[in-house]
């Protein structure tokens, strides 16, 4: 069965620096979504992307936020200039369109640690 | 805005009992209801959904769900749990007419004992 693919497993990064967390969806879904799982708390949406621009975006998703599909199969996150509380688990997510009654396929995340 | 609380944050059951793993759910309109599972160090598994039609809703791994729109529910279910069910479980609901974002409840441990 296909999967939603998340690299690296562990990303460690320096409070202040940029990070880009990377995500293959399944090759023929269409919408793409970020959510992020701060230890112990529950998973909250980040943003979702559909057709190279962005659909939805929560309150979390500020100007440090950036994502891009920068070729048909990546599907990125970048955190600008990273801050402490940023430490959780990302996950990519994809779905084969936009109705909101179909699934979204999650890949295993990445677990992103600032020191 | 839509939202789902699962009121436990833990759920211990024996192995062959029936689990029963709990969620509400508030949204403005009509809700799509959908039941994940995450197992240690591993993304989010869909699990079944609710959309239109009859309450009840089967799933994977023997898991149900029964949609009560009076009671604005949508528990989980098992007949018979399985240790190998020791897992998180998150509700989540998207607004049928609003966003497509989902929204996640906080999650329920779910602790199998043999």
């Known amino acids: 069965e296909p999967e939603v693919t998340q690299t690296p497993s562990h990303q460690v990064t320096q409070m202040g620096q940029e990070v880009i967390l990377r995500c293959v969806p399944i090759?023929?879904?269409?919408?793409f979504y970020w959510y992020r799982q701060i230890l112990g708390q529950k998973v909250e949406f980040l943003v979702s992307f559909y057709n190279n621009e962005i659909s939805e975006k929560s309150e979390i998703f500020d100007d440090q936020f950036s994502v891009e599909r920068p070729d048909g199969s990546n599907f990125t996150l970048k955190i600008r200039s990273t801050k402490l509380e940023d430490s959780a688990m990302y996950f990519c997510?994809?779905?084969?369109?936009?109705?909101?009654?179909?699934?979204?396929?999650f890949g295993d995340g990445t677990r992103l640690s600032i020191l | 805005a839509q939202s789902v609380a699962q009121p436990e944050d833990q759920v211990n059951v024996a192995e062959g009992n029936p689990l029963t793993v709990k969620c509400t759910y508030s949204v403005s309109g009509n809700p799509y209801l959908f039941w994940y599972v995450q197992y240690p160090n591993r993304g989010l598994q869909f699990l079944l959904k609710?959309?239109?039609?009859?309450?009840l809703v089967k799933g994977s791994y023997g898991f149900e769900a029964e949609f009560n729109k009076s009671q604005t529910s949508f528990h989980l279910k098992k007949p018979s749990a399985l240790v190998s069910d020791s897992a998180l479980y998150f509700c989540a609901v998207r607004d049928k007419g609003g966003n497509n974002d989902m929204r996640f409840g906080a999650g329920t441990r779910l602790t199998v004992k043999p």
């Open positions: 997510a994809s779905s084969t369109d936009r109705t909101s009654n179909q699934p979204q396929h």
């Open positions: 090759s023929n879904h269409l919408y």
């Open positions: 609710y959309i239109t039609g009859d309450n």
